[in-house]
């Protein structure tokens, strides 16, 4: 078996280095042939499982589909930007409650963090683990090669480095006979493709929306409109294969052949109505032990925030959870105007329908909720401070539990076409982006909210300037979600055009700036907010926001400074880049995942 594995892996990495452009790889037909393994005799009885049982092996396929991917070569020879393997889902940078990190306590085994050991030395063995498993439920031919596994196709946006990553993938399935086909969509057909479920195997990457690992579990609740592994979704939904038992932290609650719905979701709202801090931590951590049980998830590695900024370019934001921010920033001591490149054309950006990075960052510009990021002492914007709210108030613990929240917003606060900002128009916005009919992938983000008897949410105008807000108990990080996307204010007669967010003339925002020209897939152009209630304090005057996926193109436009900041790069062109433009080329912290999706709906077994 060892010969086997050893050969097997020379075949992976001549392909790998093949599909990446490596010139002096021989080609993938010189690999040598494997031997042929030896009689099987362990081989599971696919034919007569249980539902129960298909679960679990199921389960077991992924995870060994996971462990063969060599997450070290990813990071060194495509992300190129620092990064770090991923053995969980819940990133590096999330605390855990004794302050250390929260990933390094996760996992089975203490011996490494996480799920499975991501040193580079572990690879073969892993490989060899992986092979064994799935050998348990497939032939294989004279060559070694499985027998009969179904095709996968791998679902990824445009762009060169998710492409390169897929070709890693397709040869190191390729070496053991396992047949994956790639599909690359633009990005707003390829977010609605992969939240239909149209897939086997998707791309996917999330960065934390505040400093809390439920933010990062919660996703994965049934109704989460973000959950496009469809994790309790379509078929999965009646699958009542899985066990909770909370009764050691004090619930009376034990869950045995449930659903996902009946455990996960259960034991999710559990912990984000928990205010004892180890218990509700120890508790996340069982959850993710059940997420990544399910194998859905293929964790590659934390992110890091890399980009290109030129020398020119000064008092630009950074926050770890992805976020850039540009109204303090200058070009050559100008503050006239800051031509940057950030993404392609975000799928909406309505803040109460936005689920991406891109989208958020824009909002967050045009936008401004009753909290924001601001600078910390060392210049990261890891600080949240008071924006349309006056202060940012202690809450009221009432005899039931509950915590009520007063909120005095400041005075003259006016949207972008002069009309009066009022305390109504955070509570319209707020139910609106709860609603179920409006169907938003972040309305899971108001169950911290109390339900009034008719549904609606306990936030109660009472009059121009105050907001009070009851919460079903106190949240520790509360003040980040008032900062958060989907917690910004829009006024209900201008949302009442369903179009109001596709177009500059009717995009009315309260934020720093207004969004003056859209020419789609090409530019946005903020201009400052003369109504803006901080109008003073904010420094750049103009935001030219181009939209671009064409790493090449972006590149070239950094380099005869057309634009001035850049995050994406061609795979290809990162280490010549570093050495060209060592001050330029910057990694900032931050705090996310890029992984691969499982459908959950998409079998696997023979």
């Known amino acids: 078996m060892k010969k086997l594995i050893a050969l097997l892996l020379a075949a992976v990495m001549v392909l790998s280095l093949a599909a990446c452009g490596g010139s002096s790889a021989p080609a993938a037909s010189d690999a040598p042939a494997a031997d042929a393994p030896a009689a099987d005799t362990g081989k599971v009885d696919v034919a007569n499982m249980t539902e129960a049982e298909k679960a ?35 990133p590096s940078g999330m605390t855990d409650y004794v302050g250390g990190q929260f990933y390094e306590n996760a996992g089975p085994d203490a011996s490494y963090a996480g799920y499975w050991n991501t040193d580079a030395a572990a690879y073969e063995d892993n490989f060899a683990k992986a092979y064994d498993i799935l050998t348990k439920y497939y032939d294989v ?53 992969r939240k239909a479920g149209d897939f086997s195997i998707a791309r ?17 609740m049934s109704e989460s409109g973000n959950n496009d592994a469809q ?19 004090g619930y009376d609650i034990k869950v045995e052949n449930g659903t996902w719905a009946e455990t996960f979701d259960v034991l999710i709202n559990t912990i984000k109505t928990c205010t004892d ?4 931590f120890e508790m996340m951590h069982y959850a993710e032990d059940m997420l990544m049980g399910t194998g859905a998830l293929v964790t590659l590695y934390y992110y890091t925030d890399y980009y290109l900024q030129d020398k020119t370019v000064e008092g630009v934001g950074v926050n770890p959870f992805g976020y850039k921010f540009f109204r303090d920033s200058s070009v050559d001591g100008s503050n006239e105007s800051i031509p940057v490149c950030l993404a392609s054309e975000s799928d909406t950006i309505d803040p109460a329908l936005n689920s991406s990075t891109d989208g958020a960052m ?11 990021w601001a600078p910390a002492e060392d210049g990261s914007y890891t600080k949240i401070v008071a924006e349309c709210a006056e202060e940012l108030v202690e809450p009221v613990i009432n005899e039931d539990g509950t915590a009520t929240y007063t909120y005095t917003l400041k005075e003259g606060l006016k949207w972008s076409d002069g009309v009066a900002l009022t305390a109504a128009d955070f509570a319209f916005a707020w139910n609106r982006a709860a609603s179920p009919e409006l169907g938003a992938d972040y309305g899971y983000m108001f169950d911290y909210v109390k339900r009034n008897e008719d549904g609606t949410l306990a936030v109660e105008a009472v009059d121009d300037r105050t907001l009070v807000v009851t919460l079903n108990n106190a949240v520790p990080f509360w003040n980040e979600l008032l900062a958060f996307t989907n917690f910004l204010p829009v006024r209900e007669d201008v949302v009442a055009d369903e179009g109001w967010a596709t177009e500059a003339a009717t995009y009315i925002g309260n934020g720093a700036y207004t969004l003056t020209s859209w020419e789609h897939d090409a530019l946005m152009v903020f201009d400052k907010n003369e109504n803006y209630h901080d109008f003073d304090n904010v420094n750049m005057n103009q935001i030219k926001m181009y939209l671009s996926d064409d790493d090449n193109n972006i590149l070239t436009n950094w380099k005869n400074d057309t634009w001035r900041l850049v995050e994406s790069l061609p795979t290809n062109e990162i280490p010549s880049v570093k050495t060209e433009y060592p001050e330029e080329f910057i990694v900032a912290p931050s705090t996310g995942t ?7 709906n998409e079998p696997l077994l023979p």
């Not at 060994?64 to 393997?85: C, F, H, K, V, W």
């Open 56 to 90: 679990a092996a199921e389960a077991e396929i992924r995870l060994a589909l996971s462990m063969m991917i060599d997450r070290n070569y990813i990071i060194e020879n495509i992300a190129q930007g620092g990064q770090t393997p991923a053995s969980s889902f819940v």
């Open 277 to 280: 801090e180890q218990v509700r």
């Open 204 to 220: 996917h990457g999330w960065f934390a929306d505040y400093n809390d690992p439920v933010g990062m579990l919660d996703l994965w």
């Open 594 to 600: 890029y992984f691969l999706l499982f459908n959950m």
């Open 231 to 249: 994790l309790g979704k379509g078929a999965h939904a009646d699958l009542a294969v899985y066990s909770i038992d909370l009764t050691k932290w």
């Open 362 to 372: 824009i909002c967050q510009h045009l936008l401004a909720g009753l909290a924001k």
């Open 141 to 193: 031919d004279e060559n070694g090669m499985l027998v009969g596994f179904p095709t996968l196709t791998y679902l990824y946006n445009t762009m060169e480095s998710h492409k390169a990553v897929g070709e890693h993938l397709q040869a190191v399935f390729a070496s053991i006979g396992i047949n994956l086909m790639l599909e690359n969509q633009e990005w707003n057909t390829f977010q609605n493709t």
